[in-house]
Structure formats: structure tokens, C-alpha cells
């Protein structure tokens, strides 16, 4: 697609169950992030993966929270044992990337997990 | 953490009206960006600030960067209802290791431009 894609869009699931968002970002984008939204508040960073390089995990909150990327290209954020306070949108980005920053990043639009 | 701090958290002005609001960072940076987001999904990209830039404008957005005062604003001319929104500032953080940069979202400003 020319977008961001992610799915699911929603999410109820129950406390303690594993769940699995995906996301497919723009083809030819190598650098893909996951944020993270409670409800009113700003964007907190989770994880960030750049081609081949190692991924920067260091906004992951706990080890229940894990990601992958396959192929370079989808990824999937993995939350094991949800708790209520997993509650949130779900944001994956994915932009360009070229020596040094300053690319646009393009936002999917996010999967809202409800966990009851 | 390098997340950047709006202000004012929300701002509510009447149709035609000028909205700013600011952004303050904590570390250097190489250029900071303002994104828009409505109802709680997908952001969208407004505009890009250089370090070595002091202005810009992009239509009816005009965007200043204060290095020394670590601190960028975002002023919004004639305001319109659609521009009723969240507005954030984002900026890049080098990663060590890989020598890429990631961006860090500040805590965001909720504007309400009423008819």
C-alpha cells in the first residue's frame, strides 16, 4: 500500500493474554519505530529499527514487551501477559533514511489495545 | 530523556485568531520537527527546522528554533476549526551504536479552534 499499514485497528483482549499488533510500513523504508499513546497524552518511544543494524529497545517498558522485523520490512510488537496499563493506541512510523536525520516519518494509524 | 515539553498542554481560541505553542528540548540537537494528530490516530508531518535555521514557514505556519534556548515554536496565522487538533514537536537523538538518529515526541498541545 502507499501507507503505513497496521492491524488490527482495535484490540479488546483479557488481562494476561499474549497479543500481536502488525505493521507494515511504506516499501523501501528501512528505519520503522513503535510508540506507544495512553489516552490524552504525548508519544512515548518503545523501539526503533534501522536496516540491518541492531534495534534500540531502550523505550521498551518491561520484558512482557518485545518486537521483531522480518525481511526488513513488516514488524510485529509482541505484549505477553497484558495488564490494564497496557491499555493504549499503538503507533508504528516508518521513514527514509539517509546520512545523518532530518526524514519525514509517516505514522500508521494505529491499533488500540483495550485490555479488560 | 531527551522528550521535548509543549506548552501550553491545551489552548482553546476563537475562529481567526493566532495559536502558538512551544516546544523546549533538553539536548542538541540536528533539527526539530512539528507533526499534527487528529482524534488519537496517525500523526502527520507539518514542517522541519534546521539547527542552523532560526525561521519557517510553510502557508499559514511559522516556525522558530532558539538552540541556545533549546526551545522551538509553532505559530498557526487565522486559525480555523479544522485546525483543531494535537500538535507535537519532535526531535532527533543520535544512537551510538549505530550512528542513526531516532526521533523523540514531546508530550504533545491540544488545540481547539472554535467556530
Known amino acids: 500500500g502507499a501507507g503505513v499499514s497496521q492491524s488490527p485497528s482495535n484490540k479488546v483482549t483479557e488481562k494476561g493474554k499474549d497479543v500481536e499488533l502488525r505493521c507494515d510500513p511504506i516499501?523501501?523504508?528501512?528505519?520503522l519505530y513503535w510508540y506507544r499513546q495512553s489516552l490524552g497524552q504525548g508519544l512515548e518511544f518503545l523501539i526503533y529499527f534501522q536496516g540491518n543494524s541492531a534495534p534500540d529497545k531502550s523505550g521498551l517498558p518491561s520484558d512482557r514487551f518485545s518486537a521483531e522485523r522480518t525481511g526488513g520490512s513488516v514488524s510485529t510488537l509482541t505484549i505477553q501477559r497484558t495488564q490494564q496499563e497496557d491499555s493504549a493506541v499503538y503507533l508504528c512510523a516508518s521513514s527514509l533514511e539517509s546520512e545523518g536525520s532530518g526524514n519525514t516519518i509517516y505514522f500508521g494509524e494505529g491499533s488500540w489495545l483495550t485490555v479488560v | 530523556s531527551q522528550q521535548g515539553e509543549e506548552d501550553p498542554q491545551a489552548l482553546s481560541i476563537q475562529e481567526g485568531e493566532n495559536a502558538t505553542m512551544n516546544c523546549s528540548y533538553k539536548?542538541?540537537?540536528?533539527?526539530l520537527q512539528w507533526y499534527r494528530q487528529n482524534s488519537g490516530r496517525g500523526l502527520v508531518h507539518l514542517i522541519l527546522i534546521r539547527s542552523n535555521e532560526r525561521e519557517k514557514h510553510s502557508g499559514r505556519l511559522r516556525v522558530t528554533l532558539d538552540t541556545s534556548k533549546k526551545s522551538s515554536s509553532l505559530l498557526i496565522t487565522a486559525s480555523r476549526a479544522a485546525d483543531t487538533a494535537s500538535y507535537f514537536c519532535a526531535t532527533d537523538n543520535p544512537i551510538l551504536t549505530s550512528g542513526t538518529y531516532k526521533y523523540i515526541f514531546g508530550t504533545g498541545t491540544r488545540l481547539k479552534v472554535l467556530a
Open positions: 516499501s523501501g523504508h528501512t528505519a
Open positions: 539536548t542538541s540537537i540536528n533539527n
